[in-house]
């Protein structure tokens, strides 16, 4: 008889869940903060890379179509991609693009017209006319489609790297990974 799996292989659902219901309600993104905020309390509190490891629904996602369903080349991604200049240079780049996110829902809170752009990569326009936003704060749903723009982007970017290489190489440079990795680093002193 085959056991169980444990609840949390199936996390990937949610990762496909999340991407699903931001097409068609953008106030969905909000729930990716989850995936956001998630990863660094386990690692301030637990001290590992728990999340990455074991409850990263991205993850699952991009082992379950480069690994089960063969989507990927399973290639050894290139040593450059897992260096740390270019994790922590992506990091930043990364949180550049989040703060710019930031201060577009502030200048949207001030006054400043509402954009409702979903971007990939931070400049392809997305063509957005199916979501209803009507009685939402434009600030609220400014955020959701700034958020949605990042998560979505860094899905794509994984989604690349998986078929270029093996399932998982996103993980190799994902900015979460890189901060919580940088965590356990200030709490252990050591990789985790």
């Not at 550049?96 to 949207?108: I, S």
């Not at 919580?180 to 680093?185: D, K, P, V, Y």
């Amino acid at each position: 008889m085959k056991p169980k799996k444990p609840w949390y292989e199936y996390l990937w659902i949610w990762s496909s869940v999340y991407l699903i219901l931001g097409f068609f309600n953008i106030l969905f993104a909000w729930l990716g903060l989850i995936c956001f905020v998630l990863p660094l309390m386990i690692a301030i509190v637990g001290g590992s890379k728990a999340y990455c490891n074991r409850y990263c629904g991205r993850g699952q996602l991009f082992e379950l179509l480069g690994g089960r369903l063969g989507l990927s080349r399973n290639r050894k991604p290139p040593l450059w991609l897992s260096s740390p200049w270019f994790r922590y240079g992506f990091l930043a780049f990364f949180m550049t693009m989040f703060g710019l996110m930031l201060y577009q829902t502030w200048l949207v809170f001030a006054g400043a017209p509402l954009r409702e752009a979903i971007t990939l990569l931070w400049v392809f326009r997305v063509p957005w006319n199916w979501s209803s936003i009507a009685g939402v704060p434009p600030a609220v749903a400014q955020f959701a489609f700034g958020f949605y723009s990042v998560m979505a982007t860094s899905t794509l970017l994984g989604l690349f790297t998986m078929v270029l290489f093996r399932p998982r190489s996103w993980c190799a440079y994902c900015p979460m990974g890189t901060m919580t990795q940088g965590i356990c680093r200030l709490k252990h002193g050591k990789e985790c």
